[in-house]
Each structure stands twice: as C-alpha cells, then as structure tokens.
C-alpha cells in the first residue's frame, strides 16, 4: 500500500537560514507528489508539484527515486514561511483512477 | 469566484445527536472528499465521490456516511456523533476523477466539538 511519510513533526529554523522538508513515499507505481501549505488560519492550498518542476516562493523539490524522496527547500528562510506543510502522494487504484494520501505534516516555524 | 464552500465553520454537539456538514464547489469538478485534520494525525480521507452516486471509503469511514446526488454538493452525515469525532474536518474537491496531476482544492474546514 502507498505511503507517506514526513518525519519531522515540527521544524524549527531562524530567518535567513535554509530550510528543508522531509517527504519519504512508498508506492510501487510511478509517483506523482505534491506539496500543500496551511497558513495559520488559512485552508489547505497547493505549493507546488512534481509534474510542473517550479519553484513557487522560493520553494522547490525534486523527486528521487532511488531513495523515494521528496524534499521540500528553500535556502533562505522568511517568517512568512510560518506555516503546515503537507506531503502528498497520487496513487492509482484499481479501478484506474488516482487518490491522494497525505503525511502527517510538518510545522516549520521560522523565527525572527 | 471558484471555491469550496463548507457550513457550519463552527458547531459544538453532544454525543448521539445527528448532524450533517455541508459541502459545495462551484468549479465542476468531478472528484470531491473529505478528511479530518488532528494534531500529530495529519489528513486523514474519510470518504471521496470520484463523480455523482459514487463514493468509496477513505482510511477512516467510521462513524460517517456520505452522499453525492448532485455534482457539486457532497454531505457529510455523522449520524450519531461521538467525542471521538471532535475534529477540524476539509471538504475537497478535483477536476477530473481519475486526475493524477490535478491539484486539490480546499474548502475553510469545520471545526466539530462533540460532548
């Protein structure tokens, strides 16, 4: 079965410094991973995703395969970055359509 | 405006008195769910509706029933809430149902306290 895994539930850094996020998935087909932001007080809404490769707020992450990874990075950290981040994986089921399974997520506080 | 929409944001119950959460998407969007958010939990799927009459189970159904008559609306129904529900519940919905790239869009949350 898929899975994913963000194994910092919290993550703590200063301003300035560089940030990553950790996303592990496992899933025997072809992935499709995605990144969600939940701003305080704010709904769920996408950061960004594998399939278009950008770099959204400075933001970026890229699929490793061999080691089933989908970071999260930004090299300078803003206190605006405050927020949940959720990991998401798009597994095909049997019936040939794809759902979405999310990790646990991670807070990232970036403090002044 | 394209959005999800959800009511109540707020409701506090008691234990066994049935209620229902409202969820509505006005950008025709084939495929909606719902998840409910604890701490330390993350999301988590409790049902999903890849398009009209159709719907299939999440990781965490119990206690909850869905519908989906009209493409744009999917209830939530606990029918006999328990304090064990008390939770931050996101309606969510996707163009396309079987969309491997489509992207999710969320509803505000509701937030259920159940005593």
């Known amino acids: 079965a898929q899975r994913v895994t963000q194994p910092e539930k919290l993550l703590s850094v200063f301003k300035g410094a560089p940030v990553e996020l950790k996303c592990n998935y496992s899933?025997?087909?072809?992935?499709?991973l995605f990144w969600y932001v939940q701003y305080s007080r704010q709904r769920l809404q996408l950061l960004l995703r594998?399939?278009s490769r950008e770099s959204i707020k400075g933001f970026t992450a890229d699929l490793n395969k061999g080691e089933t990874s989908f970071h999260l990075k930004k090299p300078f950290a803003q206190e605006e970055d405050s927020a949940m981040y959720y990991c998401?994986?798009?597994?095909?089921?049997?019936?040939?359509?794809?759902?979405?399974?999310f990790g646990r997520g991670t807070s990232l506080i970036v403090h002044p | 405006e394209a959005q999800v929409t959800q009511n109540p944001r707020y409701l506090i119950t008691v234990t066994g008195k049935k209620l229902t959460v409202t969820c509505s998407q006005n950008?025709?969007?084939?495929?909606m769910s719902w998840y409910r958010q604890d701490p330390g939990l993350g999301l988590r799927q409790i049902y999903y509706?890849?398009?009209?009459?159709?719907?299939d189970k999440g990781d965490v159904p119990e206690g909850y029933k869905v519908s989906r008559k009209e493409k744009r609306n999917f209830p939530l129904i606990l029918e006999s809430p328990s304090p064990n529900q008390t939770s931050l519940y996101f309606c969510?919905?996707?163009?396309?149902?079987?969309?491997?790239?489509?992207?999710?869009?969320f509803g505000p949350g509701t937030r259920l306290t159940v005593l």
């Open positions: 998401a994986l798009k597994s095909q089921t049997s019936g040939g359509s794809y759902i979405p399974t």
């Open positions: 594998h399939i």
């Open positions: 950008m025709n969007h084939e495929y």
């Open positions: 509706s890849m398009n009209v009459e159709v719907t």
């Open positions: 899933y025997s087909g072809s992935p499709e």
């Open positions: 969510a919905s996707s163009r396309g149902a079987a969309g491997r790239y489509n992207e999710q869009f």
